[in-house]
Protein backbone atom coordinates (compact mmCIF):
# COMPACT_ATOMS: atom_id res chain seq x y z
CA UNK A 1 0.00 0.00 0.00
CA UNK A 2 2.89 2.20 0.92
CA UNK A 3 4.85 1.70 -2.56
CA UNK A 4 1.24 2.29 -4.57
CA UNK A 5 0.55 5.48 -2.61
CA UNK A 6 4.11 6.59 -3.29
CA UNK A 7 3.88 5.92 -6.85
CA UNK A 8 0.78 8.50 -7.20
CA UNK A 9 1.50 11.08 -5.05
CA UNK A 10 2.11 14.58 -6.99
CA UNK A 11 5.24 16.51 -5.88
CA UNK A 12 4.55 20.05 -4.89
CA UNK A 13 7.23 21.40 -2.45
CA UNK A 14 7.34 22.24 1.01
CA UNK A 15 9.37 23.27 3.80
CA UNK A 16 9.36 23.09 7.86
CA UNK A 17 11.89 24.91 10.06
CA UNK A 18 10.75 22.21 12.92
CA UNK A 19 10.50 19.27 10.17
CA UNK A 20 7.82 16.38 10.15
CA UNK A 21 10.68 14.07 9.25
CA UNK A 22 10.24 10.12 9.73
CA UNK A 23 9.20 9.38 13.00
CA UNK A 24 11.56 7.14 15.82
CA UNK A 25 11.70 3.56 14.85
CA UNK A 26 14.66 2.66 17.28
CA UNK A 27 18.07 3.96 17.90
CA UNK A 28 19.85 2.63 14.86
CA UNK A 29 22.59 1.38 17.24
CA UNK A 30 23.50 -2.29 17.60
CA UNK A 31 22.59 -3.44 21.58
CA UNK A 32 25.57 -2.55 23.59
CA UNK A 33 27.55 -0.15 21.77
CA UNK A 34 27.54 3.68 21.91
CA UNK A 35 26.31 4.41 18.71
CA UNK A 36 26.29 3.71 15.38
CA UNK A 37 29.18 1.04 13.66
CA UNK A 38 31.71 2.84 11.32
CA UNK A 39 30.59 2.73 7.94
CA UNK A 40 26.72 2.28 7.85
CA UNK A 41 25.62 5.52 6.91
CA UNK A 42 22.68 5.61 9.18
CA UNK A 43 23.29 2.79 11.94
CA UNK A 44 24.30 -0.74 13.23
CA UNK A 45 20.49 -1.73 11.97
CA UNK A 46 19.81 -0.40 8.43
CA UNK A 47 18.61 2.82 8.30
CA UNK A 48 17.87 2.87 11.92
CA UNK A 49 15.51 0.28 11.97
CA UNK A 50 15.25 -1.96 14.34
CA UNK A 51 12.95 -5.07 15.12
CA UNK A 52 11.48 -4.38 18.82
CA UNK A 53 10.39 -0.83 17.27
CA UNK A 54 7.17 -3.19 15.84
CA UNK A 55 6.91 -4.95 18.94
CA UNK A 56 7.34 -8.70 19.47
CA UNK A 57 5.11 -10.40 16.70
CA UNK A 58 2.43 -13.01 17.78
CA UNK A 59 2.28 -10.86 21.52
CA UNK A 60 -1.40 -9.45 22.47
CA UNK A 61 -4.34 -9.70 21.06
CA UNK A 62 -5.50 -9.04 17.25
CA UNK A 63 -6.43 -5.38 16.23
CA UNK A 64 -7.36 -3.12 13.67
CA UNK A 65 -8.01 0.80 13.82
CA UNK A 66 -8.95 3.52 11.84
CA UNK A 67 -9.41 7.19 12.55
CA UNK A 68 -9.87 9.91 9.84
CA UNK A 69 -9.48 13.47 10.98
CA UNK A 70 -10.05 16.72 9.32
CA UNK A 71 -8.06 19.81 10.48
CA UNK A 72 -8.90 23.60 8.97
CA UNK A 73 -6.71 27.04 9.37
CA UNK A 74 -6.62 29.97 8.81
CA UNK A 75 -3.13 32.18 9.29
CA UNK A 76 -2.48 35.78 8.72
CA UNK A 77 0.79 36.34 8.10
CA UNK A 78 2.94 39.64 7.96
CA UNK A 79 5.84 38.42 5.76
CA UNK A 80 4.41 35.43 3.51
CA UNK A 81 7.43 34.98 1.38
CA UNK A 82 10.08 35.44 4.45
CA UNK A 83 11.59 38.27 2.52
CA UNK A 84 14.34 40.83 4.15
CA UNK A 85 12.98 44.15 5.18
CA UNK A 86 10.69 46.33 2.74
CA UNK A 87 10.07 43.59 0.53
CA UNK A 88 7.51 41.79 2.74
CA UNK A 89 3.71 40.63 1.44
CA UNK A 90 1.04 39.43 4.11
CA UNK A 91 -1.26 37.75 3.23
CA UNK A 92 -4.37 35.31 4.06
CA UNK A 93 -3.49 31.55 3.91
CA UNK A 94 -6.11 28.83 4.56
CA UNK A 95 -4.78 25.07 4.67
CA UNK A 96 -7.51 22.00 4.49
CA UNK A 97 -5.54 18.97 5.76
CA UNK A 98 -8.20 15.78 5.91
CA UNK A 99 -6.21 12.23 7.08
CA UNK A 100 -6.12 9.05 7.92
CA UNK A 101 -4.29 6.86 10.74
CA UNK A 102 -4.86 3.51 10.27
CA UNK A 103 -3.24 0.44 12.90
CA UNK A 104 -3.21 -2.72 12.70
CA UNK A 105 -1.84 -5.38 14.58
CA UNK A 106 -1.99 -9.43 14.32
CA UNK A 107 -0.31 -12.99 15.69
CA UNK A 108 2.24 -11.63 12.31
CA UNK A 109 1.70 -8.66 11.25
CA UNK A 110 2.26 -4.78 12.40
CA UNK A 111 1.83 -2.58 10.53
CA UNK A 112 1.00 1.56 10.70
CA UNK A 113 -0.01 4.24 8.03
CA UNK A 114 -0.61 8.22 8.87
CA UNK A 115 -1.57 9.96 5.60
CA UNK A 116 -2.52 14.07 5.40
CA UNK A 117 -2.01 16.06 2.68
CA UNK A 118 -2.16 19.85 3.27
CA UNK A 119 -4.23 21.95 0.84
CA UNK A 120 -2.97 25.63 0.82
CA UNK A 121 -4.22 28.02 -0.82
CA UNK A 122 -3.06 31.53 -0.85
CA UNK A 123 -5.75 34.55 -1.20
CA UNK A 124 -3.24 37.88 -1.99
CA UNK A 125 -0.95 35.64 -4.62
CA UNK A 126 -3.96 33.87 -5.61
CA UNK A 127 -1.53 30.36 -5.30
CA UNK A 128 -2.27 26.80 -4.29
CA UNK A 129 -0.07 23.79 -3.58
CA UNK A 130 -1.12 20.48 -2.09
CA UNK A 131 1.61 18.90 0.54
CA UNK A 132 1.70 15.59 0.88
CA UNK A 133 2.91 13.85 4.46
CA UNK A 134 3.23 9.99 4.64
CA UNK A 135 4.56 8.20 8.18
CA UNK A 136 3.97 4.16 6.98
CA UNK A 137 5.70 1.49 8.52
CA UNK A 138 4.83 -2.64 9.26
CA UNK A 139 6.29 -5.64 9.72
CA UNK A 140 5.14 -9.01 9.02
CA UNK A 141 6.53 -12.76 9.85
CA UNK A 142 5.94 -14.41 6.52
CA UNK A 143 7.34 -17.88 7.53
CA UNK A 144 7.21 -18.65 11.25
CA UNK A 145 10.14 -17.92 13.25
CA UNK A 146 12.32 -17.64 10.00
CA UNK A 147 11.08 -14.88 7.13
CA UNK A 148 10.53 -11.74 8.03
CA UNK A 149 10.20 -8.51 5.86
CA UNK A 150 10.44 -4.65 7.29
CA UNK A 151 8.85 -2.16 5.58
CA UNK A 152 8.62 1.95 5.66
CA UNK A 153 7.06 4.71 3.76
CA UNK A 154 7.85 8.42 4.12
CA UNK A 155 6.63 11.69 2.71
CA UNK A 156 7.63 15.15 4.18
CA UNK A 157 8.65 18.92 3.75
CA UNK A 158 11.97 19.98 4.19
CA UNK A 159 13.85 23.14 4.05
CA UNK A 160 16.90 22.70 1.40
CA UNK A 161 19.87 25.09 1.78
CA UNK A 162 21.76 26.26 5.20
CA UNK A 163 21.59 29.63 4.87
CA UNK A 164 18.09 30.45 2.96
CA UNK A 165 14.82 31.49 4.40
CA UNK A 166 13.46 29.01 6.83
CA UNK A 167 10.00 28.07 6.62
CA UNK A 168 8.07 26.92 9.97
CA UNK A 169 4.84 25.62 7.92
CA UNK A 170 3.45 25.27 4.71
CA UNK A 171 1.59 28.67 5.11
CA UNK A 172 5.22 30.26 3.87
CA UNK A 173 6.45 30.25 0.70
CA UNK A 174 9.92 30.36 -0.32
CA UNK A 175 12.06 28.68 -2.77
CA UNK A 176 14.31 27.13 -0.38
CA UNK A 177 12.20 24.01 0.44
CA UNK A 178 11.03 20.70 -1.18
CA UNK A 179 8.86 17.39 -0.66
CA UNK A 180 11.34 14.48 0.36
CA UNK A 181 10.02 11.09 -0.21
CA UNK A 182 11.71 7.75 1.18
CA UNK A 183 10.99 4.16 0.78
CA UNK A 184 12.65 1.04 2.56
CA UNK A 185 12.08 -2.66 2.15
CA UNK A 186 14.24 -5.58 3.98
CA UNK A 187 13.18 -8.67 4.20
CA UNK A 188 15.53 -10.93 6.69
CA UNK A 189 16.12 -14.43 7.37
CA UNK A 190 16.41 -15.02 11.36
CA UNK A 191 17.15 -18.25 13.48
CA UNK A 192 18.12 -19.36 16.20
CA UNK A 193 20.82 -22.03 17.20
CA UNK A 194 19.44 -23.04 20.17
CA UNK A 195 20.48 -21.09 22.86
CA UNK A 196 24.33 -20.13 22.28
CA UNK A 197 23.86 -18.06 19.13
CA UNK A 198 21.26 -15.93 16.95
CA UNK A 199 22.05 -15.38 13.09
CA UNK A 200 19.91 -12.90 11.09
CA UNK A 201 20.71 -12.20 7.24
CA UNK A 202 18.80 -9.22 5.56
CA UNK A 203 18.62 -7.81 1.97
CA UNK A 204 17.36 -4.12 1.82
CA UNK A 205 16.67 -1.80 -1.15
CA UNK A 206 16.10 2.34 -0.09
CA UNK A 207 14.99 5.41 -2.46
CA UNK A 208 15.28 8.72 -1.75
CA UNK A 209 13.43 11.34 -4.73
CA UNK A 210 12.92 15.07 -4.05
CA UNK A 211 12.23 17.65 -6.15
CA UNK A 212 13.99 20.24 -8.17
CA UNK A 213 13.80 23.08 -5.33
CA UNK A 214 17.54 24.92 -5.20
CA UNK A 215 19.41 21.31 -6.51
CA UNK A 216 17.41 18.88 -4.11
CA UNK A 217 17.06 16.63 -7.00
CA UNK A 218 20.55 16.36 -6.85
CA UNK A 219 20.42 13.45 -3.94
CA UNK A 220 17.53 11.68 -5.47
CA UNK A 221 18.96 7.73 -5.13
CA UNK A 222 19.06 4.23 -4.89
CA UNK A 223 20.48 1.76 -2.72
CA UNK A 224 21.00 -2.19 -2.29
CA UNK A 225 22.63 -3.35 1.09
CA UNK A 226 23.27 -6.32 2.83
CA UNK A 227 23.58 -6.84 6.46
CA UNK A 228 24.41 -10.63 7.99
CA UNK A 229 24.81 -10.77 12.03
CA UNK A 230 25.75 -14.30 14.52
CA UNK A 231 25.36 -13.31 18.09
CA UNK A 232 25.64 -14.41 21.22
CA UNK A 233 22.22 -16.29 22.67
CA UNK A 234 20.85 -16.89 26.07
CA UNK A 235 23.42 -19.08 27.09
CA UNK A 236 25.94 -16.63 27.08
CA UNK A 237 25.56 -14.45 30.87
CA UNK A 238 29.10 -12.54 31.47
CA UNK A 239 30.22 -12.31 28.22
CA UNK A 240 28.16 -11.42 25.23
CA UNK A 241 29.47 -10.78 21.34
CA UNK A 242 28.63 -10.44 17.68
CA UNK A 243 30.09 -10.40 14.26
CA UNK A 244 28.37 -8.15 11.80
CA UNK A 245 29.04 -7.51 8.12
CA UNK A 246 27.65 -5.29 6.21
CA UNK A 247 27.83 -3.87 2.38
CA UNK A 248 25.83 -1.06 0.58
CA UNK A 249 25.92 0.34 -2.91
CA UNK A 250 24.48 3.84 -3.32
CA UNK A 251 23.73 5.06 -6.78
CA UNK A 252 22.51 9.22 -7.19
CA UNK A 253 20.13 9.12 -10.63
CA UNK A 254 20.94 12.58 -11.32
CA UNK A 255 24.69 13.00 -10.94
CA UNK A 256 25.32 9.27 -11.46
CA UNK A 257 27.47 9.59 -8.73
CA UNK A 258 28.04 6.32 -6.83
CA UNK A 259 29.13 5.33 -2.77
CA UNK A 260 29.93 2.12 -1.80
CA UNK A 261 30.64 0.78 2.11
CA UNK A 262 32.32 -2.07 3.40
CA UNK A 263 32.20 -3.51 6.74
CA UNK A 264 33.12 -6.44 9.02
CA UNK A 265 33.50 -5.99 12.54
CA UNK A 266 33.53 -8.16 16.09
CA UNK A 267 32.07 -6.97 19.41
CA UNK A 268 32.10 -8.09 22.63
CA UNK A 269 31.28 -7.43 26.25
CA UNK A 270 32.17 -8.57 29.58
CA UNK A 271 30.54 -7.69 32.45
CA UNK A 272 32.89 -7.08 35.42
CA UNK A 273 30.02 -6.20 37.77
CA UNK A 274 26.48 -7.14 37.65
CA UNK A 275 25.83 -3.71 36.12
CA UNK A 276 29.23 -2.84 34.54
CA UNK A 277 30.64 -4.01 31.72
CA UNK A 278 33.49 -3.27 29.52
CA UNK A 279 32.82 -3.33 25.75
CA UNK A 280 35.38 -3.44 22.90
CA UNK A 281 34.59 -3.57 18.89
CA UNK A 282 37.54 -4.26 16.54
CA UNK A 283 36.86 -4.42 12.61
CA UNK A 284 38.06 -3.24 9.14
CA UNK A 285 36.49 -0.73 6.62
CA UNK A 286 36.42 -0.41 2.58
CA UNK A 287 34.72 2.38 1.58
CA UNK A 288 34.81 3.93 -2.04
CA UNK A 289 32.90 7.88 -1.74
CA UNK A 290 33.58 8.16 -5.51
CA UNK A 291 35.14 11.60 -5.49
CA UNK A 292 37.38 11.09 -2.42
CA UNK A 293 40.75 12.31 -2.75
CA UNK A 294 42.07 9.84 0.31
CA UNK A 295 41.92 6.45 0.76
CA UNK A 296 39.08 6.26 3.31
CA UNK A 297 39.67 2.37 4.11
CA UNK A 298 41.63 0.64 6.88
CA UNK A 299 41.38 -1.10 10.48
CA UNK A 300 39.11 0.92 13.52
CA UNK A 301 38.88 0.25 16.93
CA UNK A 302 36.78 1.50 20.42
CA UNK A 303 36.90 0.30 24.03
CA UNK A 304 34.83 1.69 26.80
CA UNK A 305 32.44 0.79 30.04
CA UNK A 306 28.49 0.14 29.62
CA UNK A 307 26.84 0.98 33.06
CA UNK A 308 23.33 -0.29 33.36
CA UNK A 309 22.48 -0.34 37.39
CA UNK A 310 18.20 -0.40 36.23
CA UNK A 311 16.38 -0.82 33.77
CA UNK A 312 15.66 2.84 33.34
CA UNK A 313 19.11 3.92 33.52
CA UNK A 314 22.54 3.53 31.13
CA UNK A 315 25.44 4.99 30.62
CA UNK A 316 27.53 4.07 27.43
CA UNK A 317 31.01 5.44 26.72
CA UNK A 318 33.72 4.27 24.13
CA UNK A 319 36.96 5.81 22.32
CA UNK A 320 38.78 4.66 19.54
CA UNK A 321 39.80 5.28 16.11
CA UNK A 322 39.06 5.40 12.65
CA UNK A 323 40.84 5.71 9.25
CA UNK A 324 40.00 10.28 10.18
CA UNK A 325 41.64 9.99 13.43
CA UNK A 326 40.27 9.75 16.95
CA UNK A 327 36.85 8.45 17.24
CA UNK A 328 34.32 9.05 20.15
CA UNK A 329 30.90 8.30 21.18
CA UNK A 330 28.36 8.40 24.81
CA UNK A 331 25.24 7.71 25.21
CA UNK A 332 23.47 8.32 28.85
CA UNK A 333 19.65 7.76 29.66
CA UNK A 334 17.96 7.78 32.80
CA UNK A 335 13.98 7.64 33.05
CA UNK A 336 11.49 8.18 36.66
CA UNK A 337 7.86 7.57 36.22
CA UNK A 338 7.54 11.60 35.41
CA UNK A 339 11.00 12.47 33.83
CA UNK A 340 13.38 11.44 30.64
CA UNK A 341 16.84 12.75 30.37
CA UNK A 342 19.26 12.34 27.86
CA UNK A 343 22.91 12.81 26.96
CA UNK A 344 24.49 11.71 23.48
CA UNK A 345 27.59 12.06 21.19
CA UNK A 346 28.45 10.89 18.65
CA UNK A 347 31.09 11.02 15.20
CA UNK A 348 30.13 9.13 12.30
CA UNK A 349 30.68 9.40 8.59
CA UNK A 350 27.23 9.88 6.31
CA UNK A 351 25.42 11.59 4.00
CA UNK A 352 22.47 13.95 3.57
CA UNK A 353 20.71 10.72 2.41
CA UNK A 354 21.41 8.62 5.33
CA UNK A 355 20.54 11.14 7.10
CA UNK A 356 16.94 11.39 5.73
CA UNK A 357 16.52 7.95 6.86
CA UNK A 358 17.36 8.22 10.32
CA UNK A 359 14.80 8.71 12.76
CA UNK A 360 14.14 12.34 13.93
CA UNK A 361 16.28 13.13 17.48
CA UNK A 362 13.86 15.89 18.93
CA UNK A 363 9.99 14.92 17.79
CA UNK A 364 7.61 15.13 20.36
CA UNK A 365 5.85 11.78 20.05
CA UNK A 366 9.63 10.19 21.12
CA UNK A 367 9.94 12.28 24.18
CA UNK A 368 6.49 11.56 25.07
CA UNK A 369 6.52 8.19 24.52
CA UNK A 370 9.37 7.59 26.88
CA UNK A 371 7.30 9.85 29.56
CA UNK A 372 4.72 7.51 29.04
CA UNK A 373 5.94 4.32 28.92
CA UNK A 374 5.55 4.21 32.96
CA UNK A 375 1.89 4.44 33.21
CA UNK A 376 0.89 2.82 29.45
CA UNK A 377 3.11 -0.27 28.82
CA UNK A 378 1.59 -1.47 25.54
CA UNK A 379 3.26 0.30 22.44
CA UNK A 380 0.06 0.64 20.43
CA UNK A 381 -2.17 2.01 23.04
CA UNK A 382 0.56 4.33 24.58
CA UNK A 383 1.17 5.41 20.08
CA UNK A 384 -2.52 5.87 20.29
CA UNK A 385 -2.35 8.28 23.95
CA UNK A 386 0.71 10.37 22.71
CA UNK A 387 -1.03 11.29 19.11
CA UNK A 388 -4.03 12.32 21.31
CA UNK A 389 -2.00 14.28 23.66
CA UNK A 390 -0.54 16.32 21.05
CA UNK A 391 -3.77 16.75 19.22
CA UNK A 392 -5.82 17.86 22.62
CA UNK A 393 -2.11 19.88 24.01
CA UNK A 394 -1.95 21.68 19.96
CA UNK A 395 1.87 21.11 20.16
CA UNK A 396 4.25 21.19 17.30
CA UNK A 397 5.17 17.61 16.75
CA UNK A 398 9.16 18.47 17.44
CA UNK A 399 11.47 20.38 18.82
CA UNK A 400 13.83 22.54 17.01
CA UNK A 401 16.63 20.16 14.99
CA UNK A 402 19.81 20.53 13.09
CA UNK A 403 18.46 21.48 9.34
CA UNK A 404 20.04 18.53 7.28
CA UNK A 405 20.25 20.67 4.22
CA UNK A 406 21.06 18.69 0.76
CA UNK A 407 24.70 17.48 -0.49
CA UNK A 408 25.50 14.37 -2.18
CA UNK A 409 29.04 14.55 -0.59
CA UNK A 410 29.40 12.30 2.21
CA UNK A 411 31.14 14.29 5.36
CA UNK A 412 32.20 13.68 8.91
CA UNK A 413 29.39 14.42 11.24
CA UNK A 414 29.84 15.12 15.08
CA UNK A 415 26.28 15.67 17.38
CA UNK A 416 26.21 16.45 21.06
CA UNK A 417 22.50 16.42 22.06
CA UNK A 418 21.33 16.95 25.87
CA UNK A 419 17.43 16.67 26.86
CA UNK A 420 15.10 16.98 29.15
CA UNK A 421 10.89 16.04 29.78
CA UNK A 422 8.65 15.96 32.98
CA UNK A 423 4.99 14.73 32.76
CA UNK A 424 3.57 16.50 35.66
CA UNK A 425 -0.59 16.59 36.80
CA UNK A 426 -1.05 20.46 34.70
CA UNK A 427 2.17 21.31 32.97
CA UNK A 428 4.67 19.16 30.71
CA UNK A 429 7.90 20.56 29.50
CA UNK A 430 10.21 19.45 27.05
CA UNK A 431 13.80 20.77 26.31
CA UNK A 432 17.23 20.15 24.03
CA UNK A 433 20.07 21.43 23.32
CA UNK A 434 22.44 20.56 20.52
CA UNK A 435 25.61 20.99 19.11
CA UNK A 436 26.39 19.30 15.28
CA UNK A 437 29.19 19.82 12.84
CA UNK A 438 29.85 18.40 9.34
CA UNK A 439 33.36 18.59 8.02
CA UNK A 440 34.63 17.40 4.62
CA UNK A 441 36.37 13.93 4.82
CA UNK A 442 39.81 15.55 2.44
CA UNK A 443 40.06 19.07 2.17
CA UNK A 444 40.23 18.41 -1.02
CA UNK A 445 36.60 17.49 -1.14
CA UNK A 446 34.42 20.41 -0.02
CA UNK A 447 30.89 20.19 1.13
CA UNK A 448 29.88 21.66 -2.65
CA UNK A 449 25.78 22.01 -2.76
CA UNK A 450 24.54 25.06 -1.32
CA UNK A 451 27.81 25.34 0.48
CA UNK A 452 30.06 25.55 -1.92
CA UNK A 453 33.80 25.49 -1.40
CA UNK A 454 33.00 24.95 2.37
CA UNK A 455 34.89 22.46 4.18
CA UNK A 456 32.61 22.68 7.67
CA UNK A 457 29.45 23.88 8.75
CA UNK A 458 28.79 24.01 12.54
CA UNK A 459 24.42 24.40 13.69
CA UNK A 460 24.63 25.15 17.36
CA UNK A 461 20.79 25.66 18.66
CA UNK A 462 18.46 25.23 21.80
CA UNK A 463 14.72 24.82 22.24
CA UNK A 464 12.15 24.87 25.24
CA UNK A 465 8.52 23.73 25.09
CA UNK A 466 6.01 23.89 27.76
CA UNK A 467 2.30 23.23 27.68
CA UNK A 468 0.08 23.70 31.09
CA UNK A 469 -3.45 22.86 31.50
CA UNK A 470 -5.39 25.56 32.64
CA UNK A 471 -8.30 24.00 33.01
CA UNK A 472 -9.85 20.32 32.47
CA UNK A 473 -10.79 21.67 28.29
CA UNK A 474 -8.35 24.45 28.18
CA UNK A 475 -4.08 24.13 27.55
CA UNK A 476 -1.75 26.99 26.48
CA UNK A 477 1.78 26.07 25.10
CA UNK A 478 4.72 27.98 24.32
CA UNK A 479 7.38 27.35 22.33
CA UNK A 480 10.67 28.80 22.26
CA UNK A 481 13.44 27.69 19.65
CA UNK A 482 17.32 29.61 18.71
CA UNK A 483 19.70 28.56 16.34
CA UNK A 484 22.82 30.02 15.08
CA UNK A 485 24.40 28.53 11.95
CA UNK A 486 28.05 29.00 10.79
CA UNK A 487 30.54 28.00 7.48
CA UNK A 488 33.03 29.69 5.61
CA UNK A 489 34.13 29.61 1.99
CA UNK A 490 29.98 29.80 0.87
CA UNK A 491 29.49 30.09 -3.04
CA UNK A 492 31.26 29.05 -6.10
CA UNK A 493 35.03 30.14 -5.47
CA UNK A 494 37.05 29.97 -2.84
CA UNK A 495 36.49 33.50 -1.46
CA UNK A 496 36.76 32.43 2.13
CA UNK A 497 33.84 34.43 3.14
CA UNK A 498 31.59 33.42 6.48
CA UNK A 499 28.04 32.80 6.93
CA UNK A 500 26.33 33.48 9.60
CA UNK A 501 22.84 33.37 10.58
CA UNK A 502 21.08 33.52 13.64
CA UNK A 503 17.11 32.39 13.53
CA UNK A 504 14.76 32.62 16.73
CA UNK A 505 11.42 31.00 16.63
CA UNK A 506 8.64 31.59 19.11
CA UNK A 507 5.01 29.72 19.13
CA UNK A 508 2.25 30.81 21.78
CA UNK A 509 -0.91 28.88 21.88
CA UNK A 510 -4.09 28.46 23.16
CA UNK A 511 -6.13 25.19 22.73
CA UNK A 512 -9.82 24.17 23.98
CA UNK A 513 -11.36 20.84 23.74
CA UNK A 514 -15.27 22.00 22.21
CA UNK A 515 -16.45 18.43 22.39
CA UNK A 516 -14.50 14.88 22.60
CA UNK A 517 -13.34 14.77 19.06
CA UNK A 518 -13.03 18.61 18.42
CA UNK A 519 -10.59 21.22 19.30
CA UNK A 520 -9.78 24.49 18.66
CA UNK A 521 -6.31 26.64 18.59
CA UNK A 522 -5.59 29.82 18.54
CA UNK A 523 -1.70 30.85 18.21
CA UNK A 524 0.53 33.74 17.09
CA UNK A 525 4.58 32.71 15.99
CA UNK A 526 7.19 35.07 15.44
CA UNK A 527 10.38 33.92 13.26
CA UNK A 528 13.52 36.20 13.03
CA UNK A 529 16.55 35.55 11.59
CA UNK A 530 19.65 37.84 11.89
CA UNK A 531 22.10 37.24 8.95
CA UNK A 532 25.57 38.84 7.73
CA UNK A 533 24.66 37.68 4.59
CA UNK A 534 23.03 40.35 1.90
CA UNK A 535 19.31 39.48 2.13
CA UNK A 536 19.72 37.48 5.04
CA UNK A 537 17.51 39.16 7.55
CA UNK A 538 13.94 38.58 7.47
CA UNK A 539 10.77 38.86 10.49
CA UNK A 540 7.25 37.59 10.17
CA UNK A 541 4.48 37.79 12.94
CA UNK A 542 1.49 35.17 12.22
CA UNK A 543 -1.39 34.41 13.81
CA UNK A 544 -3.50 31.07 13.15
CA UNK A 545 -6.97 29.79 14.35
CA UNK A 546 -6.76 25.86 13.73
CA UNK A 547 -10.11 23.61 14.02
CA UNK A 548 -8.94 19.79 14.59
CA UNK A 549 -11.80 17.06 14.38
CA UNK A 550 -11.49 13.24 14.84
CA UNK A 551 -14.34 10.98 13.30
Not at 292 to 321: C, E, H, Q, V, Y
Amino acid sequence: MSAALLAVLAPPASAQYLPTGPGTLGSGSLPGTAGSLPGTFGGGSPYGLAPEAFGTLGEGQRKWEIIPRLGVQETYTDNVRLQPPGSERSDWVTEVRPGVSINGRGARLRFNFDYSPDLVYRKEEGSHDVFHNLNAFGNAELVRQLLFVDTRANVFQSNVALFGPQAVSNANSTDNRTTVRTFFLSPYLRHDFGSEAQGEARYSFSTLNSDSTAGANATNSDANRIDARLSSGPAYKLQTWNLTYSKEHIDYTETHQSIDTEMISAYGRRLITPTLGLQATVGYENNDYGVAANSPKGKFWSIGPDWAPTDRTRLSATMGRRYYGPNQALDFTHRTRLTTWGLSYHEDVTTTRGQFFVPTVFDSASYLNTLFLASIPDPAARQTAVQNFISQAGIPSTLTVPLNYFTTVPYLQKTANASFGILGVRNTVLFNVFSQKREAISANQPLGGVLGQATSSTQNGTSLLWTSRLTQLTTSNATIGYSRTEAENIGTANTGASAQYNLTYIRLGLTTQFQPKITGTLSYRRLRNDSNQAGGDYNENAVSALLNMRF
